[in-house]
């Protein structure tokens, strides 16, 4: 299996522009999130999924960020307008049935997101 | 909401000193999970604890999972360079199936 692909590796952008990042869970996997990554606040969740619906967004900072998950091996983030205190790692993760107890996740390689 | 707290931060150790980072959380946790993230890298499984009491071995590493399933902990006996990263607990409490993470440790190992 391929893991969890994240695209791009790395985006650098200025800030009010759009940028999607983009996520392809392992096949099979119920579950999806998105957490981000900063030196300050550590890995936070933003917003997972089951079975392609968003289950909780509470953790999405504000409007400017949304997510969708149209089918089973695609989900996407997006910012608009982007802002330099979006810059962070994004991860993308992925996990089996939530009543099985050997329920790791599996993170994608995550997107360095630059805002200037 | 759930919180989760690690200590220390940091830790700097010589090689072949053992290092233990400690787990505590808010609330009561259904079970507890353990994450390594070399630097540069991703978060990467290590074990999940489910029992009160619970103690797992691997090779070097102890885990911990306290009687109160509110806190854990994790030790490493005789440090390598290889034990480099920031080791992550995570939570999941009740029938939330959100993972809250801790901060994270960051284990430098002086050879």
């Known amino acids: 299996d391929a893991g969890v692909i994240q695209s791009p590796r790395h985006e650098v952008t200025e800030m009010g522009q759009e940028v999607t990042l983009r996520c392809k869970p392992i096949?099979?996997?119920?579950?999806l999130f998105w957490y981000r990554q900063t030196m300050m606040r550590g890995l936070e969740l933003l917003i997972y999924?089951?079975?392609?619906?968003?289950?909780?967004d509470s953790g999405m900072p504000e409007d400017r960020f949304s997510a969708k998950m149209p089918n089973a091996s695609f989900s996407t983030l997006k910012i608009q307008p982007s802002e330099p205190r979006d810059s962070a790692v994004y991860f993308c993760a992925s996990s089996p049935d939530r009543f099985s107890y050997n329920s790791p996740l599996h993170f994608g390689n995550g997107t360095r997101l630059t805002v200037t | 909401g759930q919180q989760v707290m690690q200590i220390p931060q940091y830790q700097h150790v010589q090689e072949g000193e053992d290092f233990t980072t400690y787990c505590n959380s808010s609330t009561t946790l259904s079970n507890i999970q353990w994450y390594k993230q070399r630097p540069g890298g991703h978060p990467v499984f290590l074990i999940q604890?489910?029992?009160?009491?619970e103690v797992k071995k691997q090779k070097r590493l102890t885990f911990q999972f306290g009687e109160a399933k509110k806190n854990s902990s994790l030790h490493i006996t005789a440090t390598q360079t290889t034990d480099v990263g920031t080791y992550f607990c995570?939570?999941?409490?009740?029938?939330?199936?959100?993972?809250?993470f801790g901060k994270g440790t960051l284990l430098t190992v002086n050879p």
């Open positions: 096949s099979g996997h119920d579950y």
């Open positions: 999924f089951n079975n392609n619906v968003p289950i909780d």
């Open positions: 995570a939570g999941r409490g009740g029938s939330n199936y959100k993972l809250t």
């Open positions: 604890l489910v029992k009160s009491g």
